[in-house]
T-cell receptor, first 113, second 115 residues
Framework: EADIYQTPRYLVIGTGKKITLECSQTMGHDKMYWYQQDPGMELHLIHY???????EKGDLSSESTVSRIRTEHFPLTLESARPSHTSQYLC????????????FGSGTRLTVV | KQEVTQIPAALSVPEGENLVLNCSFTDSAIYNLQWFRQDPGKGLTSLLLIQSSQREQTSGRLNASLDKSSGRSTLYIAASQPGDSATYLC??????????????FGSGTQLTVLP
């Protein structure tokens, strides 16, 4: 039972288009994360947030940007999509503190043609 | 830098077998360890979370153990079923991650349970 929701589930879009991947969580978690994962490959952290108005870049360089205006919402935007952006994007959240695990969304599979 | 290794990379077993998946990590300074399941093209589903002070956690047919001093965790699956087929990921929350609280993932074990 997911309390973190990602939309759309699948997206096929042309090169040069602007896209926003949505991520929302209903658990009141402070921390939110975006991961990128190619098929059969490892997860790579691209963005994270400590809370409202806080965003940081992750280990993997990405041309995407994020915002955190509300606790529950952490959208990811690509201003101009390219075929190299084709991948699966996974959103996750966790409570602040060290006793808590991560909860992941179902992911958005993006294909740029 | 924390590194997480999962062995084997792939495993195929007949239905009904009990099996063990292994996870090792290089730095024993962790807050917790989490096991996830990932079906093809899907997100991650959390299976078990073990705090650094705990030795094991159980959920149904799953049992995860943690030996922090030796940097090892195992995921035991009893009476495996074809529906257990998926990739299983181990992730640790290192103390070195600081306030960012970023997980370090292993590369996963791809499990196939044959009917």
């Amino acid at each position: 039972e997911a309390d973190i929701y990602q939309t759309p589930r699948y997206l096929v879009i042309g090169t040069g288009k602007k896209i926003t991947l949505e991520c929302s969580q209903t658990m009141g978690h402070d921390k939110m994360y975006w991961y990128q994962q190619d098929p059969g490959m490892e997860l790579h952290l691209i963005h994270y947030s400590y809370g409202v108005n806080s965003t940081e870049k992750g280990d993997l360089s990405s041309e995407s940007t994020v915002s955190r205006i509300r606790t529950e919402h952490f959208p990811l935007t690509l201003e101009s999509a390219r075929p190299s952006h084709t991948s699966q994007y996974l959103c996750a959240s966790s409570e602040y503190g060290t006793n808590y695990g991560y909860t992941f969304g179902s992911g958005t599979r993006l294909t740029v043609v | 830098k924390q590194e997480v290794t999962q062995i084997p990379a792939a495993l195929s077993v007949p239905e009904g077998e009990n099996l063990v998946l292994n996870c090792s990590f290089t730095d024993s300074a962790i807050y917790n360890l989490q096991w996830f399941r990932q079906d093809p093209g899907k997100g991650l589903t959390s299976l078990l979370l073990i705090q650094s002070s705990q030795r094991e956690q159980t959920s149904g047919r799953l049992n995860a153990s943690l030996d922090k001093s030796s940097g090892r965790s195992t995921l035991y699956i009893a009476a495996s079923q074809p529906g257990d087929s998926a990739t299983y990921l181990c992730a640790v929350l290192p103390v070195s991650s600081g306030s960012a609280r970023q997980l370090t993932f292993g590369s996963g074990t791809q499990l196939t349970v044959l009917p």
